[in-house]
């Protein structure tokens, strides 16, 4: 996957985020993340999630889920986000546009 990708969410909003680099160290910050895999309008997003530490790796139970169905090429995405009512919205911005899968089934 590209290492930085823009995202249109329903309401217009374009959000832009980075590939996550698994073996660096992650901070431990408020953000946004999304796990995709490579389509042909850039990415089919599989799950939409927030956290308030990027750092506790809340995403990797579903990244290895996402895996497990949809094969290797599946990645994290993750945009920086300190306020919570922010990342909610954005959340909540993407589900709307995309209907990820795996938000429906969680």
């Known amino acids: 996957m590209t ?3 823009e995202i249109v969410g329903k309401s217009g909003n374009r959000y832009r985020y980075t590939s996550l680099e698994e073996d660096r160290i992650l901070p431990p ?7 995709a895999k490579p ?20 995403w990797r139970d579903q990244l290895a889920r996402a895996k497990d169905t949809y094969g290797s090429e599946v990645d994290v995405l993750t945009r920086l986000n300190v ?16 209907q990820p899968p795996m938000n429906a089934q969680a």
Do not use: C, F, H, K
Request: glycine residues 8%; aromatic residues 6%.
């Open 3 to 5: 290492r930085q990708i």
């Open 39 to 58: 389509g042909s309008q850039g990415v089919d997003i599989l799950y939409v999630g927030e956290t308030d530490s990027l750092a506790r790796t809340v």
């Open 83 to 98: 306020r919570s009512a922010v990342r909610m919205a954005e959340r909540e911005d993407l589900i709307e546009e995309y």
């Open 29 to 35: 910050a408020g953000a946004n993340y999304i796990i």
